[in-house]
């Protein structure tokens, strides 16, 4: 374990924490030994990574090594549909329905979109949700080509964060308004490029799952923590931005406005989590990516 990196040795840990889930309840989770085969999969790709990394060092290769467990997080997310649909709780959506109602007056998800129908405003939305992968491609290029241990930190808080709002979503299932209310009640109004864009992104790979709380809000806060650190110049720009997408989740009905609510807390809680992680994994020999000297040692001090 010595020659992988902090956020590969992360994803091991998260695959077989969750591989050893499926084994418990294996007659309960659909499509179970499948499941455990992509494990398989992951960790060969993770394997074959790391030796092209170590035959061709350099700083591209090395952020391939680090890229490729996030790009893993398509596969992850979508998957606690299967770890929680009916293993150990049955659907909540009912609970924060209700919390939404009891505490707003109304369904801020169904409203929402309804009182502003406009396509402009639908396309802000959806321009919003999808700059989440944005946010998140900007932070990790700027950070690692510019400050390799901000990086490094950035990076496996970042990830470990991802995994334990998904292992919440094991425990918690929520699917979210647009799944919980029928179809013919969940449209929004049409946009534009922006729009489209999404609703194909999601077609393809959403699942009914990971509505409490919004790890895109959460997610989002995380980011902007480390860009209002690191990346100062940055932080004002991308604000608004991260405004319209925390709107966003609850204009297109991906979450009730309670799971929003949740991820402001959350959102710190995981993040002070994954650093006391990210310091007992600074205590082994792992491996770390090819990188300059640093030139601004005190500020890039984890």
Request: overall charge positive.
């Amino acid at each position: 374990m010595k020659r992988f990196n902090a956020v590969e040795i992360l994803t091991f840990f998260y695959g077989l924490l969750t591989a050893a889930y499926i084994l418990a309840f294996f007659v309960k989770i659909d499509n179970a030994a499948e499941l455990l085969l992509n494990r398989g999969a992951i960790f060969a790709a993770l394997f074959l990574i790391r030796l092209a990394g170590e035959r061709f060092p350099n700083r591209a290769t090395g952020f391939v090594r680090y890229v490729f467990p996030f790009a893993m997080v398509s596969y992850w997310y979508p998957e606690t549909y299967y770890l929680n649909e009916g293993v150990l709780v049955s659907n909540l959506d009912w609970v924060f329905d209700a919390a939404d109602r009891r505490l707003f007056g109304c369904s801020p998800a169904m409203e929402f979109s309804a009182r502003c129908p406009s396509p402009l405003m639908s396309e802000l939305m959806y321009f919003g949700y999808f700059s989440y992968f944005l946010i998140f491609l900007l932070l990790f290029a700027s950070l690692y080509f510019r400050r390799s241990a901000a990086a490094e930190r950035a990076m496996f808080v970042t990830l470990c964060s991802f995994f334990l709002f998904y292992l919440i979503f094991v425990f918690v299932p929520v699917k979210g308004p647009q799944f919980h209310y029928p179809a013919a009640d969940v449209g929004v109004p049409e946009g534009y490029f922006f729009s489209s864009l999404m609703r194909s992104i999601q077609a393809s790979g959403e699942k009914p799952t990971g509505a409490f709380p919004s790890s895109h809000v959460g997610m989002t806060l995380i980011a902007l923590a480390f860009i209002r650190r690191y990346l100062q110049r940055l932080f004002l720009p991308v604000l608004p931005v991260a405004a319209a997408l925390t709107a966003s989740t609850v204009y297109i009905k991906a979450h009730y406005l309670t799971d929003v609510v949740a991820a402001f807390v959350a959102a710190p809680a995981l993040f002070v989590l994954s650093g006391v992680i990210f310091g007992v994994f600074k205590g082994w020999n792992f491996a770390s990516y090819p990188s300059a000297p640093s030139t601004d040692a005190k500020r890039e001090a984890p």
